[in-house]
């Protein structure tokens, strides 16, 4: 188990990411995507435009949630001309008390 993983219910370690996104994330229906995505994932967390230009997500989930939410994400995005970068992932503590999905402002 990694140093911050959790069990759920059904025993499967929960994980949580913070991903910052570089390029054309803002005003392209990023974070509404990213919501959509996490939420058919079964995925938790939020995801927030930075003053930078770049989104910052948290996504939290198992390993099959997480995996499922990027390649979901991947082909929500497959046929639209617009370029980024996963610029940082860091694993962090997963919070037990994140229970949705939130786009913040």
Not at 27 to 39: E, H, I, M, N, Y
Not at 40 to 68: F, H, P
Request: with cysteine; charged share 30%.
């Amino acid at each position: 188990m990694s140093p911050f993983g959790r069990k759920c219910a059904d025993e499967q370690e929960m994980r949580r990411l913070r991903i910052i996104f570089r390029g054309e994330v803002q005003g392209v229906g990023f974070r509404w995507t990213s919501r959509r995505v996490a939420l058919e994932a079964g995925c938790t967390g939020w995801v927030r435009n930075e003053s930078d230009g770049s989104v910052t997500l948290e996504l939290q989930g198992t390993d099959e949630q997480i995996a499922n939410y990027f390649g979901a994400f991947g082909r929500a995005y497959a046929g639209y001309p617009i370029d980024y970068v996963m610029d940082q992932k860091d694993e962090i503590e997963p919070n037990p008390d994140d229970t949705s999905f939130s786009v913040k402002f």
